[in-house]
């Protein structure tokens, strides 16, 4: 498997809000801005995509689809010229409306031509490990981030991974439920084996079935959540839970830019 869907439509509500306490360029500042997360330089200066996509080429991955909306015309430009790509190739599909998750993920079918694909946020920095195991299974999966690791390796505050999805796992180590936003009762009800959900799937063709038949979450939105336990319930997909112990990065606020940006600062990208 060496296709990846990268989802990056999102408007980027969040980090376009001022934060006067928020350490960053003037040209951070001015992308984050404009809302589109993928182009915020950090590290060495390139866009915080460039890093998620190089992690994946480490991997194995060679393909990449980006979801981007009709507006996103920066994203487009960039990987067509000045990013310079030799390791990957880059096409994208154009979700018209950020109508949810799985609505984006059905946008990409066209690409994804019957294999198996990887799909990923584009505001996380997921390590090549996770997506490298990801690729080497023969079935769905997930990645299943252990809690710990994520307080004491990641940039996200550990009150915010507490809100984070949770996933429960059989004795088999195939996922059993995922729990959305879990309040302190649920956790506390819950027996292990469980792990975080940081969206890090391996999915077959059948998903995009599944993100077909589902309906609009109370959100208003076709949440691929709502599409994964479609699968299991309705297709018989299983999905394999692969522990990593490693963290990811998060970069959805602008307080979260120089702690990206210092930890990515030794990356060498070449795509």
Not at 89 to 110: C, K, R, W
Not at 156 to 164: M, P, S, T
């Given at each position: 498997?060496?296709?990846?869907?990268?989802?990056?439509?999102?408007?980027?509500?969040?980090?376009?809000v001022?934060?006067?306490?928020?350490?960053?360029?003037?040209?951070?500042?001015?992308?984050?801005?404009?809302?589109?997360?993928?182009?915020?330089p950090?590290?060495?200066?390139?866009?915080?995509?460039?890093?998620?996509?190089?992690?994946?080429?480490?991997?194995?991955?060679?393909?990449?689809?980006?979801v981007?909306?009709?507006?996103?015309?920066?994203?487009?430009?960039?990987?067509?010229?000045?990013?310079?790509?030799?390791?990957?190739?880059?096409?994208?599909?154009?979700?018209?409306?950020?109508?949810?998750?799985?609505?984006?993920?059905?946008?990409?079918?066209?690409?994804?031509?019957?294999?198996?694909?990887?799909?990923?946020?584009?505001?996380?920095?997921?390590?090549?490990?996770?997506?490298?195991?990801?690729?080497?299974?023969?079935e769905p999966?997930?990645?299943?981030?252990?809690?710990?690791a994520?307080?004491?390796?990641?940039?996200?505050?550990?009150?915010?991974?507490?809100?984070?999805?949770?996933?429960?796992?059989?004795?088999?180590?195939?996922?059993s439920?995922?729990?959305?936003?879990?309040?302190?009762?649920?956790?506390?009800?819950?027996?292990d084996p469980?792990?975080?959900?940081?969206?890090?799937?391996?999915?077959?063709?059948?998903i995009?079935?599944?993100?077909?038949?589902?309906?609009?979450?109370?959100?208003?939105?076709f949440?691929?959540?709502?599409?994964?336990?479609?699968?299991?319930?309705?297709?018989?997909?299983?999905?394999?839970?692969?522990?990593?112990?490693?963290?990811?990065?998060?970069?959805?606020?602008?307080?979260?830019?120089?702690?990206?940006?210092?930890?990515?600062?030794?990356?060498?990208?070449?795509?």
């Amino acid at each position: 498997m060496d296709k990846a869907v990268i989802l990056a439509r999102g408007l980027g509500t969040r980090m376009r809000v001022d934060d006067d306490q928020a350490a960053m360029t003037a040209t951070q500042a001015a992308v984050a801005g404009t809302g589109v997360k993928a182009l915020i330089p950090v590290g060495t200066g390139r866009p915080f995509l460039d890093y998620v996509m190089n992690a994946l080429a480490d991997a194995g991955y060679r393909h990449i689809c980006l979801v981007i909306g009709p507006e996103h015309d920066a994203v487009r430009e960039y990987y067509d010229g000045e990013a310079g790509l030799s390791r990957l190739t880059v096409e994208y599909a154009v979700q018209a409306d950020p109508l949810g998750t799985a609505n984006a993920v059905a946008s990409a079918e066209t690409f994804a031509a019957g294999d198996s694909l990887l799909v990923i946020n584009s505001d996380n920095y997921y390590p090549s490990e996770a997506t490298a195991a990801l690729a080497a299974l023969s079935e769905p999966g997930l990645a299943m981030f252990d809690r710990q690791a994520m307080v004491t390796g990641s940039n996200i505050e550990a009150d915010r991974i507490a809100k984070f999805a949770v996933v429960q796992v059989d004795d088999d180590g195939y996922m059993s439920r995922i729990i959305e936003k879990p309040d302190a009762a649920t956790m506390a009800s819950l027996t292990d084996p469980i792990g975080v959900s940081l969206n890090c799937w391996r999915f077959d063709g059948s998903i995009f079935e599944a993100c077909r038949s589902i309906e609009k979450s109370k959100r208003g939105e076709f949440e691929l959540p709502d599409a994964v336990e479609y699968s299991m319930r309705h297709l018989g997909r299983r999905y394999r839970a692969v522990p990593v112990k490693l963290p990811v990065l998060d970069l959805s606020s602008r307080s979260d830019i120089a702690g990206v940006a210092d930890r990515l600062a030794a990356v060498e990208v070449a795509l």
